[in-house]
DNA sequence: TCATCACTAGAACGAACGCTCTATCGAGAG
DNA sequence: CTCTCGATAGAGCGTTCGTTCTAGTGATGA
């Protein structure tokens, strides 16, 4: 029997997943990698994930998707202002983002961008994994005093600028993207007060 | 002989490697698609291209990078002030993703992602092409009269948010994103005046 | 005419891929 | 105890990968 607090081998195979897809892509990860690293075993990835490779980064990419949410949850709830929470942003995903070596960028972008036309069911999940995020500022900038129309659009452009800086920076392994893309969201925020 | 105006074979290859990564990114293109869609067998693929498919990749991106390099001085140059160039930029991105069935987003950034800590002269290439296209933006900006510092962070967002909007307008295969993201680059711009 | 050499051509290699298959394990039910 | 069945285990399938190799072509210059 398997104790309540212990993660379960199922967990685990999501977790290595997301990882190294999010590291490596999607091609390049091989499910006897995944195995190994999640000691599991093929038969345990099939058993659990019958749809094989595709299933298992439909999932990696949810995993992905929870995981940067909660992100965003905690930083806005640490910073009221809308403009300070974009500052703390871009500061906590650079200091990240260095601390893994510029390994560790965004757990869905490059797994979303190789199956873009080329796996409808991949391609979902990234889009509703960055539609959830935008929801996630786009209440921010509500609750902030904000109007609903300029609270979509600049949850668009403030996902879109944190993709692309923190891409900038991984590929530049630089810190700069980052810390200026933070201050450009925070000034754009600032001047639909 | 060969006449100078018809493309050669070493260019055809480039060309086709640049568009097969770009829709299917560095893993999923094999070279054996690769010599198929270029007309040319395997044994020229590595005659031109004795490093293989690494060797290839970098040319790929570099050839992507003078494409958008192009793309970038055509639209600053019909368009004088940068605000406005800023709205074309995004206009013409948006319709030449919608009209080739959102598969063509940006040519470098899949490959660059892949890389990205796992092939160095890659990546390297990668973050040439972004800083090149970067560089283009800042003299935009610094010959309109904008400070140097100014311009320089600018241009950092301005690359970033082009490079962000397109990968959520692909994914979301909407148009939205970067009509977004032109308005407010030009309302970014616009507030340093 | 003949040697040269850039280029074309594609068979073949070992390795790795995603996936299937059968066998086994082990805790709970009866 | 035996039966059941979710879970584990890994050998092996056919295929495709990047790469190497040898052979052949055809225009060029001596």
């Given at each position: 029997m398997r104790t309540q607090h212990e993660i379960g081998t199922r967990e685990r195979i999501v977790r290595t997943t997301s990882r190294l897809m999010?590291?490596?892509?999607?091609e390049a990860t091989g499910l006897k990698q995944i195995s190994l690293e999640a000691?599991?075993?093929l038969g345990s990835v099939y058993h659990f994930f019958p749809g094989?490779?595709?299933?298992?980064?439909i999932e990696a990419v949810r995993h992905?998707?929870?995981?940067?949410?909660?992100?965003?949850?905690?930083?806005?709830d640490q910073e009221d202002d809308p403009a300070a929470a974009m500052?703390?942003?871009t500061r906590d995903l650079a200091t990240g983002l260095r601390e893994s070596g510029w390994l560790d960028g965004c757990p869905v972008t490059t797994t979303a961008l190789e199956s873009a036309g080329r796996e409808p069911e991949i391609q979902q999940a990234a889009e509703a994994a960055y539609e959830n995020w935008r929801a996630l500022v786009r209440d921010k900038l509500t609750r902030s005093g904000f109007a609903p129309d300029v609270a979509h659009d600049l949850a668009h452009s403030v996902i879109n600028l944190l993709e692309g800086a923190e891409l900038s920076a991984q590929v530049s392994?630089?810190?700069a993207p980052l810390v200026i893309a933070g201050r450009h969201l925070a000034r754009l925020v600032d001047s639909y007060r």
């Amino acid at each position: 029997m398997r104790t309540q607090h212990e993660i379960g081998t199922r967990e685990r195979i999501v977790r290595t997943t997301s990882r190294l897809m999010q590291r490596q892509g999607y091609e390049a990860t091989g499910l006897k990698q995944i195995s190994l690293e999640a000691r599991a075993t093929l038969g345990s990835v099939y058993h659990f994930f019958p749809g094989g490779k595709r299933e298992l980064a439909i999932e990696a990419v949810r995993h992905g998707d929870r995981e940067f949410a909660d992100f965003l949850r905690t930083v806005f709830d640490q910073e009221d202002d809308p403009a300070a929470a974009m500052l703390a942003c871009t500061r906590d995903l650079a200091t990240g983002l260095r601390e893994s070596g510029w390994l560790d960028g965004c757990p869905v972008t490059t797994t979303a961008l190789e199956s873009a036309g080329r796996e409808p069911e991949i391609q979902q999940a990234a889009e509703a994994a960055y539609e959830n995020w935008r929801a996630l500022v786009r209440d921010k900038l509500t609750r902030s005093g904000f109007a609903p129309d300029v609270a979509h659009d600049l949850a668009h452009s403030v996902i879109n600028l944190l993709e692309g800086a923190e891409l900038s920076a991984q590929v530049s392994q630089s810190e700069a993207p980052l810390v200026i893309a933070g201050r450009h969201l925070a000034r754009l925020v600032d001047s639909y007060r």
